[in-house]
C-alpha cells in the first residue's frame, strides 16, 4: 500500500511553457530533484520532464502542462511524493514516520504518550507527546534524550533529563 506525504504546493508560474514553482515543505529541495512521478492525489500522477531548484523553490515542468495558462490552474494545489521513492540517511526519520510512535521510558518502559508534532525550533526538534489523559509534554529530540527510534515496533525510546517531566 502507497503512502503519500505532502511535499509542496504549487505557487505560481514560471515562464511561458508550462513550468510552476513549488514553495518545498522538506529539509532539503534538492531532494525532490531525484523524483520522477508526484501526485495531486493517489488517482493524479504527475509525470516530471525536469526539475531545478530556483531561489529556495523548486521549478517543476510536467508532462502535459505546456503552457502558462496549464501551469495557472495549479496554483494552489498540494503536491506530495510516495514515502518508498525516497530514501533518508540512517537516524533520520520524515515527521509522518514519527507520529504516532508511543515514547517510553528506557529505564522503566512507562509510556509518556504518542508523538502528536514535531516542532521546529531551529536548534533541534521537539517532539509533542500526548498521553492518554490529554497531557502534553514536549521532548528535545537529542541524542541524550532519544536512545532509539523502532518504526516498526511503533515507539520511541527516551530517557527524559533530570526535571524534564518533574509534574509527574
Not at 504549487?10 to 508526484?38: A, I, N, Y
Not at 517510553?104 to 525550533?121: C, F, K, N, P
Request: proline share 4%; hydrophobic share 35%.
Amino acid at each position: 500500500m502507497k503512502r503519500y506525504l505532502e511535499c509542496g504546493r504549487v505557487v505560481s508560474t514560471h515562464g511561458v511553457r508550462g513550468e510552476f514553482k513549488v514553495q518545498p515543505w522538506c529539509d532539503c529541495p534538492e531532494d525532490l530533484l531525484d523524483l520522477q512521478t508526484l501526485y495531486f492525489s493517489p488517482e493524479e500522477p504527475v509525470k516530471i520532464q525536469r526539475s531545478r531548484v530556483h531561489k529556495g523553490m523548486v521549478i517543476l515542468k510536467a508532462q502535459g502542462i505546456d503552457t502558462m495558462d496549464d501551469a495557472n490552474l495549479l496554483r494552489g494545489r498540494t503536491l506530495y511524493l510516495d514515502r518508498e521513492d525516497l530514501t533518508v540517511e540512517e537516524g533520520s526519520y520524515f515527521v509522518a514516520d514519527l507520529i504516532g510512535l508511543e515514547a517510553v521510558d528506557a529505564d522503566t518502559g512507562r509510556s509518556y504518550g504518542r508523538v502528536t508534532d514535531v516542532l521546529e525550533t531551529g536548534a533541534n526538534d521537539v517532539y509533542e507527546l500526548k498521553d492518554e489523559e490529554g497531557r502534553v509534554r514536549l521532548v528535545p529530540a537529542i541524542a541524550q534524550v532519544v536512545l532509539s527510534v523502532e518504526l516498526e515496533e511503533g515507539r520511541m525510546v527516551i530517557r527524559p533529563l533530570e526535571g524534564l517531566f518533574d509534574e509527574d
